[in-house]
């Protein structure tokens, strides 16, 4: 049984460039969240996706965005990047039909930014 | 919005000893406190969890107790083994929210 895959495993960036990270979520899995850890913190909340649709969002300006596809694969995308964006990004899934599911995480693209 | 505090920040414990590590948060609305464990360079792996309804949830050597009056959960590791070094994370998560609220994690380091 796959868990939550993402790719790139690592990414360096220039600022004021752009970047998507990608994330498969865990197999019956329907809900994707996304997290920024920066080091020595705990992971914070982006935003949340469900039926292709953002359904919540965290304190994140707009240069952050997202997108769930149908197979609920999901992407993050940040534009016009900043030093302060480097960081772990953790893609977690859970499965909304059973309320509380828990998160099961992937293990993260780390995006450095010059 | 919810504000999870989390204590200590680092703890160090000889092998076989207990660990306890707390967190307190802000939202009476929360209903489900998830515990990670992340080990360096690792994704959070979820060890243990426990909802509003229950105040105390046991899997083997680790034990979660939750407070709702005073806002408050912990989680309890008995018989420490090396192998239990790791950043723990306590979260919340409750109401119309949708998103986990993660403390800024203990370092635990136990001694051979």
């Known amino acids: 049984d796959a868990g939550v895959t993402q790719s790139p495993t690592h990414l360096i960036k220039t600022r004021g460039q752009q970047v998507t990270l990608r994330c498969s979520p865990k197999?019956?899995?329907?809900?994707v969240s996304w997290y920024q850890q920066a080091l020595g913190q705990g992971p914070q909340f982006i935003f949340q996706y469900y039926e292709e649709e953002e359904r919540q969002r965290g304190n994140f300006p707009d240069r952050f965005s997202g997108h769930q596809f149908p197979n609920y694969s999901s992407e993050l995308n940040v534009n016009a990047l900043l030093l302060g964006d480097s960081a772990l990004y953790l893609c977690?899934?859970?499965?909304?039909?059973?309320?509380?599911?828990?998160?099961?995480f992937g293990n993260g693209t780390r995006l450095t930014v010059t | 919005g919810e504000n999870v505090e989390q204590h200590p920040s680092t703890l160090s414990v000889q092998e076989g000893d207990s660990a306890v590590i707390k967190c307190t948060y802000s939202?009476?609305?929360?209903?489900?406190f998830p515990w990670y464990k992340q080990e360096l360079g690792k994704r959070p792996q979820l060890i243990i969890d426990i909802r509003s309804n229950v105040g105390e949830k046991k899997d083997q050597r680790i034990a979660v107790t939750l407070n709702k009056t005073a806002k408050h959960f912990s989680l309890h590791i008995t018989e420490t083994q090396p192998e239990d070094s790791a950043v723990y994370f306590c979260?919340?998560?409750?109401?119309?929210?949708?998103?986990?609220?993660f403390g800024k994690g203990t370092l635990l380091t136990v001694n051979p």
């Open positions: 197999s019956g899995h329907d809900t």
């Open positions: 939202d009476s609305a929360s209903n489900y």
């Open positions: 977690a899934s859970s499965s909304t039909g059973t309320g509380n599911s828990p998160l099961h």
């Open positions: 979260a919340a998560r409750g109401g119309s929210n949708y998103k986990l609220t």
